[in-house]
């Protein structure tokens, strides 16, 4: 007996099957998994039931996809082909089944997930925002393969199908039966019955109406393919991520025939599986959730923080808090720095949570305090003052008699040592580093610094804070910079100095986006502020070495600081560089991407010899999440032993893959 399932039939004749995956706390479909549910399904179908319910037993959600763990022991393309052509052949047994079915969704239904939800007759979602409906593959280097490029374009067309399997983006319950890849989307109290009534009623199943498909017909299926192609490069370049690529030839070639289709997903599949940029995507994929598992949330229950520090990065975190259900009070002496946090707060709420009374729930969490009467009743509280030790402990001597003894105390420094910070306090053991990446909305990193006077129950508590708040936590020693400033400066100095040697900024930036960069090293210092990044490196430079280039120094003493200033390396305009043209650069770009990369290879290196985190693989995590260095990569420690060890075998679109 299969114990991943179990189905009864109610009074009504409909048969309730419930996924529950033995020994997780996440359905994902194995090769095991996709097999017992063959086995069940055809058990189900001879006892003839009215229609059949799939559920998840899991609090957590419908089913997270495929399993990525399998994903990665993959290396033989043939083995992969055979594999997705058996599971089209079982959820082609659920399509062709006598009676209707059902999927109903709750939490998460991704990839795999969402294909065996399509392969059902109907679609029912919990329509609240922590249902989660999508395609996310090509973030693993692939695209759908389990005939989710077929029954997706059927259901809502190939323009809207196709740029949700290109962005790898998720929906809400709600956005996903506006989108038709759900059929209804109902309070969770009304999903059983929402269920049950479709089955009753049997509605057609749904299918694009007429103008929706039109663009799949030939000769407009080649128009329209160069149409999203054309958007695509924009974003994403075709040598560095080949599988969104991959995906419109898949579908321009063969969207005109399903039997085609399902054909080109197996074949093309299992080619991008096996590819270089695949295996070091998954294993990206592998070390986000090894971050994710530092952090145990069932040893802490955080409901109250309150932040120091109403400017950007105060605020900004304060808000972040109060997102994520937490209970906020932000205190500062300035009521105009309040008033603007509050205003960014707002805006942050209404672009995340789109709905008018779930804003005013997140607003009504977070409460200005010029007083601090919100630091005695706090779990955590968290300074975000400016980087000065002495105003820190000054600081510290006012809240550390107010506060709770089992309260956590966190300081959102970016480069002073714990040690220093923690010299007057009568309780330093509860003192930890949370480092947030500005902008806090966005970055997904926070290094948790730790030094050796640290409690480990304080450590492990600061880990399980940073789940709370849906933050990656990445435990770091107390030491100048950490990791991810420590890593990331020598490579801003290092192009500030080719921008000293005459190289033109926007040759040094491209340079770096050949690479696979998120943003350029010029760019991005005119970001950060110039004169955070000189302050930065003067605090660095006795564990970096060198000093701060003069380009650096004369801007930010003629206070030209970068984006916020209007003029930095580039002159700003509505918030974006104005970048110019310059002739044909002195030397090759590589060889540019290889003077930068390769300080910041050496500088990681250092980290992980200096023991700054534990092992290679968090030195990668925290710089591929803390950075946005190149993830196709693997990350700093990866690439430098691709460097070393080159793999010939390993070829993508006719260039290396480490190229």
Known sequence: MNTDYHWETDAQGIAWLAVDRQDADTNVLSEAMLEGLDEVIVEIAQNHPAGLVIYSAKPGGFIAGADVKAFARVSDAAWAERHIQRVHEILQRIESLAFPTVAMIHGYCLGGGLELALACDYRVAREDPDTRIGFPEVRLGIFPGFGGTVRAIRAIGPLKALPLMLAGRTLSGRQAAR????????????????????????????????????????????????????????????????????LLRHWVRHGGNARALYRSEAREVSRLIVSDTAQQLIRVFLLQDRLKALGDKQRLAPRRVHVVGGGVMGGDIAAWCALRGMQVTLQDREPELLGKAMGRAHRLFERRLKDPYRVQRAIDRLTPDCAGAGVPRADVVIEAIYEDADAKRALYAQLEPRMRPEA?????????????????????????????????????????????????????????????????????????????????????????????????????????????????????????????????????????????????????????????????????????????????????????????????????????????????????????????????RGGPMHYLYTQEHPDPAHKENGRPAHA
């Open 179 to 246: 989108l038709g890849l759900v059929d209804r989307a109902v309070p969770e109290r009304q999903l059983r019955n929402a269920a049950r009534l479709i089955l009753q009623q049997r509605p057609r199943p749904r299918r694009a109406p007429l103008p929706a498909r039109l663009p799949g017909v030939f000769p407009l299926r080649p128009l329209a393919g160069a149409l999203m192609r054309r958007q695509l490069r924009r974003k994403v370049r075709p040598y560095h991520y080949p599988a969104p690529y991959a």
């Open 408 to 632: 956590l105390l966190a300081s959102n420094t970016s480069s002073i040592p714990l040690q220093e910070l923690a010299r007057d306090l009568a309780r330093p053991r509860r003192l930890v580093g949370l480092h947030f990446f500005n902008p806090v909305a966005k970055m997904p990193l926070l290094e948790v610094v730790h030094s050796p006077e640290t409690d480990p129950e304080a450590l492990a508590d600061a880990l399980a804070f940073a789940r709370h708040i849906d933050k990656l936590p990445l435990p770091v020693a107390s030491s100048p910079g950490f990791l991810v400033n420590r890593v990331l400066m020598p490579y801003l100095l290092e192009a500030v100095k080719l921008l000293e040697e005459g190289e033109a900024r926007e040759h040094i930036d491209q340079a770096a986006l050949d690479f696979g960069m998120p943003m350029g090293p010029i760019e991005l210092a005119d970001t950060v502020g110039l004169d955070i990044c000189l302050s930065v490196a003067e605090k660095l430079a006795p564990v970096i070495g060198g000093e701060a280039p003069e380009a650096l120094r004369r801007r930010v003493e003629a206070g030209t600081l970068g984006r916020k200033t209007g003029q930095g390396f580039y002159t700003w305009k509505q918030d974006r560089p104005v970048r110019g043209r310059p002739g044909k650069p002195s030397r090759p770009l590589s060889g540019l991407a290889t003077r930068m990369i390769d300080r910041l290879v050496a500088e990681a290196v250092a980290c992980l010899r200096d023991g700054v985190v534990e092992d290679a693989d968090l030195v990668d995590a925290g710089v591929i999440f803390g950075t946005g260095f190149a993830p196709f």
